[in-house]
């Protein structure tokens, strides 16, 4: 008599407050849905942070990103990471790690996050070396004052920072 074994779906949760998405984090994004059946990219509204795009922006910039991509999905969320892994029944938590520094306050929470729920797995992965230097905070200052981001951002996203900031500017630039 044969058994059939029904494996689980592997599902990641990558969150972040993209704001804006990077190459960088596309990197993470391409590289991680390699590794598992369904990664879902979930756009944090961090009350901590003053965002240049709203939630429902940075999802729909996150959704042209990742349109070629099968078996992302892209969501948001507002409640704790470890709450939102048990109501999308996924087992890992994806994040990048560009320094040390990322590596030492990623930790943090990773110790959290298992304390709350030792069910939920955080795997690090380590950012391209040619997006080490790169992040939001870098691209949206030189995106401020005119600059060339067409090396770090998809051309949706370079095009959404400049209409951004010309409406904040005023139509200045």
Do not use: C, W
């Not at 969320?77 to 029944?89: E, G, I, S």
């Amino acid at each position: 008599m044969m058994s059939l074994q029904i494996r689980k779906e592997r599902v990641a949760i990558y969150p972040g407050t993209f704001d804006p998405v990077t190459l960088g984090h596309m990197d993470i994004i391409h590289r991680a849905a390699k590794q598992f059946d369904r990664l879902i990219v979930a756009v944090l509204n961090n009350l901590s942070k003053n965002p240049l795009f709203s939630v429902e922006e940075r999802t729909d910039l996150l959704r042209q990103a990742t349109a070629d991509i099968p078996n992302v999905e892209v969501d948001s969320f507002r409640d704790l990471l470890v709450n939102y892994v048990r109501q999308k029944d996924a087992q890992v938590i994806v994040r990048g790690i560009r320094t040390v520094t990322d590596f030492e306050y990623e930790l943090q929470n990773a110790s959290i996050n298992h304390n709350l729920d030792p069910e939920a797995e955080t795997i690090f992965m380590m950012t391209n070396p040619r997006y080490s230097y790169l992040s939001s905070s870098v691209v949206k200052e030189i995106a401020h004052f005119g600059g060339n981001v067409s090396d770090f951002v998809t051309p949706e996203v370079e095009q959404a920072m400049k209409l951004k900031f010309k409406r904040m500017d005023g139509g200045a630039k």
